[in-house]
Structure formats: structure tokens, C-alpha cells
């Protein structure tokens, strides 16, 4: 239920669960890193774009997770703009996201997915 | 008693932009936990609020430049490459000045990359995300924000769990320059 002396919820509700795609993008990155070789070339942004200096493929991984977190922060903001949302349920998404983010790049879970992967 | 560039680098990345961030996550935290129509009255609200923006955009600046710094600037030092010939098995003085690889030559340290610099050098990316939607949600509704109870409460976790993500980076980052300093 809106409070109608407030602003809509809706651009707070975007913002929140921008970070858990942005959390959740970067963690993701992080496995796919460890499974394959050609990603792990690909995340070279350092030596392939020019970000940083002997980074490695952090420095793919935290690009396209900003990037992820940003485009996405836009995206939700136009979509929610003027709008009152179930603020409860963006956040609840957006907290699981925040915690698979979390997971992911806690090194021995990421290092139990890689091993489900018999070629990486 | 002199400071090597390095060292000079990794106390700010470190101990100068680390305080800011507790400072700033403790006034944001107690501003936030407080801001409750019950205990304050318009007068405090008004009185408060730009402190807790304040609070809460330091704490958003101070994370990005925290990773931004520790990233681009210590990381590479920490991440150095031996040159060829040099044992990469054996920690020897030479090795020292190639944190990582001292690091993984013995089983005793090796986790503290494996473990601590793999967790670190990711999870800290997170704190950002989340203090920059607390920063937002703060200044987008600025003293409103005490009639919606649901996303300060929503925004005490995200600036609590972004705490979390930069203590783990934080803390590891002590530990590992303690065994393996980059200066």
C-alpha cells in the first residue's frame, strides 16, 4: 500500500535489485571462469581491452559485473519510474540474488560447481 | 622510518579508506536504525537526514574507491609473475617480492590465496552494488524515508550486508599482507 505523502517505491525497488543482478552477474562470472578456458581468455579485459595491468580475468569479471549492475539499475529504473511496487517481493528477489552473488565467489563452492564439470 | 610507495598505497587502500568506511557505516547504520516517526520529532528528522545522506553517499564513495584502488593498484603488485628461472616451489627471499607465489609455495600460506585472496578480491565488488542502492534509496526519498519503514529496513540490510562483504575483504586483506606483504 502506497503512502500517498511519499514518492512511489518503485526506483528504490529498481536500485535494490540492480545490485543483486550486478552481485549475482559477478559471482556467475567467477564459475564460468574456473570451467573454461576460452572464458577465462575472454575475461582478459586487461590485456584484450586494455583495463588495468596484470589484472587477469578479474578484471573481466568485475567489468561485467558493473556493467550488469548499471544496464540493469537503468533498465529497472524506467521500468518502476512513477510506479508503487510489492516492495517486499522486489527486495526478497533482490536479497536472493544478493546471496547467490555471495556464494558464488566463496571460493569452496565455486570450487565444488567446477568440479561437476568433468573438462574443467 | 620511511614508507615505500607501496606501502604507502595499501595504508590508504587499506587503513585510510577502511576507517572512512566504518565511520561511515556506523553513522549511516545508527541513522538509519533510528530514523523512526516515534522517536524523532519533525525538527530531528530535518536535523538528521542530511547527515545520514551524507553518511550513506561517503560510505557508497568510499566502497568504490576502496575496490577501485585495491584492484587496479595493489592487485597487480600482489599478482606479479616470477621471472623465468626463478623456483616457484621454494619460498626464498627472491620469491618474496611475488606475494602470490610465495603465498602458493607452501602448504602452510597457500590458502590464504586459494581462500582468502579468491574470496577477497571478489566479494569486496559487492559492497558498492549494495552501499550504492542504500546511497540512492536515501537520497531519493530523503526525510520521507521515515514514513516508509519497509525500505529503511530494507536498506539497514543491504548497508549491513555490504559491511559484511567489505569486512571479509578487509579482513583477509590484513591477514594476507601480514604473510605476504606487497611493499
Known amino acids: 500500500m502506497q503512502d500517498m505523502q511519499t514518492k512511489p517505491n518503485g526506483p528504490v525497488a529498481a536500485a535494490f535489485v540492480a545490485a543483486g543482478i550486478g552481485s549475482l552477474v559477478l559471482g556467475l562470472f567467477v564459475v564460468l571462469n574456473e570451467i573454461s578456458p576460452d572464458i577465462n581468455s575472454f575475461l582478459k579485459f586487461d590485456a584484450n581491452y586494455g583495463l588495468g595491468s596484470g589484472i587477469g580475468p578479474l578484471s573481466g569479471k568485475i567489468a561485467l559485473g558493473t556493467i550488469a549492475y548499471l544496464v540493469s539499475w537503468v533498465v529497472l529504473h524506467f521500468y518502476t519510474r512513477g510506479k508503487e511496487v510489492n516492495f517486499g517481493r522486489w527486495f526478497a528477489v533482490a536479497l536472493i540474488l544478493v546471496f547467490a552473488g555471495f556464494a558464488l565467489t566463496f571460493p569452496p563452492i565455486f570450487e565444488y560447481i567446477v568440479h561437476l564439470f568433468p573438462e574443467a | ?183
Open chain 2, 1 to 183: 622510518m620511511e614508507l615505500t610507495d607501496r606501502e604507502l598505497w595499501t595504508v590508504l587502500h587499506g587503513l585510510g579508506l577502511g576507517t572512512l568506511f566504518l565511520l561511515a557505516f556506523g553513522g549511516g547504520l545508527a541513522g538509519l536504525y533510528s530514523l523512526k516517526p516515534q522517536l524523532l520529532t519533525e525538527e530531528g528528522i530535518a536535523e538528521r537526514t542530511p547527515r545520514l545522506l551524507l553518511g550513506s553517499l561517503v560510505m557508497a564513495i568510499v566502497a568504490w574507491a576502496t575496490v577501485i584502488s585495491g584492484t587496479f593498484i595493489a592487485y597487480p603488485w600482489y599478482r606479479a609473475t616470477p621471472p623465468e628461472g626463478l623456483d616457484q616451489a621454494v619460498q626464498s627471499e627472491a620469491l618474496r617480492d611475488f606475494p602470490r607465489y610465495w603465498l602458493l609455495a607452501s602448504d602452510k600460506t597457500a590458502e590464504w590465496h586459494k581462500l582468502g585472496m579468491e574470496w577477497k578480491e571478489h566479494v569486496a565488488w559487492i559492497a558498492p552494488f549494495l552501499a550504492t542502492a542504500v546511497a540512492f534509496a536515501v537520497l531519493y526519498y530523503g526525510a520521507q524515508l521515515v514514513r516508509r519503514g519497509e525500505i529503511r529496513r530494507a536498506a539497514i540490510i543491504f548497508f549491513t550486508l555490504a559491511f559484511l562483504a567489505a569486512g571479509v575483504a578487509g579482513l583477509f586483506g590484513a591477514f594476507i599482507t601480514k604473510a605476504a606483504p606487497v611493499a
